[in-house]
């Protein structure tokens, strides 16, 4: 991990998958902010409890976990969407 991108980014957290990434893949996965992970929470849970809810969380954990693969690579092309979009307004 490189020093740099600590000082970019100082309120990640570059613990557990994030840092075991090679450095050529880190500034990709810090643009999707895959170092936050709050965002793709929001996405998954309410997705979860709504099976759980129907009596289908046993049964149906490979929808929980593609549910939780969509969570996450929304959120990241959403945060990298609104930064391309909004480019020229946070300079």
Known sequence: MSSDFQNIVPDSEHKGVIGLLPTIVLPYALLARFDRPIGW???????????????????????LLWLLLGSIAMRGAGCVYNDIVDRDLDR
């Open 41 to 63: 929470w929001l996405l998954y849970w309410p997705c979860a409890w709504g099976i759980a809810l129907a009596g289908g969380a046993i049964e149906r954990w490979d929808l």
